[in-house]
């Protein structure tokens, strides 16, 4: 099955420096990557996500990149602000037939942003 | 957009005890639904997805179940309770284009 490795699993940045978080997925088959941010003690939030046919999309400060052949992708925030501290999740998503999407979820980066 | 309500919000269970937990959505027909959990400090497992009505699949062998009962409603249960039952319990509906959104969740306690 899919398997979706995150780094780092910490990270602490002081505020409006830039912040990266890296993946890499196993299956080829996976065509779409969400990113998820979660507050402590709150539900995951989407708050990005990228299709295997784009190598990159921006939204505000946050931008994610693709590289399909290496299998990686990667969620850069700039001008970071002590609101971003959260855990981040990454995630690679298989479609099959019926619609059921099986999503694999990276382990997490804690991200610091300190004043 | 659809909405996922999930509830008991929090849920403290003794060892052996039998477990019901309830999702339902708002918004759309016919979602495909999922349940999570997530251990404290660590990510999310997938545990049952629901395509339809009593269609149900495990993605894991565990001490629970899940049924689907209704278009729009996704039941987790056990019969009895474990401590590593212990989590922080999500439930998730799919969008047409295939993200998923997630309830407010359940953080269940098992003593």
């Known amino acids: 099955g899919e398997n979706v490795e995150q780094h780092p699993s910490t990270l602490s940045v002081q505020e409006g420096d830039s912040a990266v978080i890296k993946c890499t997925y196993s299956?080829?088959?996976?065509?779409?990557f969400p990113w998820y941010k979660q507050e402590l003690g709150k539900r995951p939030q989407l708050i990005i996500d990228i299709r295997s046919n784009v190598g990159e999309k921006k939204d505000q400060r946050i931008a994610v990149t693709l590289n399909k052949t290496a299998k990686h992708f990667s969620l850069h925030i700039t001008e970071t602000q002590p609101e971003d501290s959260a855990v981040y999740f990454c995630?690679?998503?298989?479609?099959?037939?019926?619609?059921?999407?099986?999503?694999?979820f990276g382990t997490g980066t804690k991200l610091q942003v300190i004043p | 957009s659809q909405t996922i309500h999930q509830w008991p919000a929090t849920l403290v269970q003794p060892v052996g005890s039998p477990l019901s937990l309830e999702c339902t959505v708002e918004g759309t027909s016919n979602p495909n639904l999922y349940w999570y959990r997530q251990a404290a400090g660590r990510g999310l497992q997938l545990l049952f997805y629901?395509?339809?009505?009593?269609?149900i699949s495990s993605e894991v062998p565990q001490n629970l179940s899940a049924s689907r009962p209704q278009d729009r409603q996704f039941i987790l249960s056990s019969k009895k309770l474990l401590l590593s039952d212990s989590g922080f319990y999500l439930c998730?509906?799919?969008?047409?284009?295939?993200?998923?959104?997630f309830g407010p969740g359940t953080r269940l306690l098992v003593l």
């Open positions: 995630a690679a998503s298989i479609g099959y037939s019926g619609g059921y999407q099986k999503v694999t």
């Open positions: 629901s395509v339809g009505i009593g269609q």
């Open positions: 998730a509906g799919e969008a047409r284009s295939g993200t998923q959104y």
């Open positions: 299956d080829s088959a996976s065509n779409y």
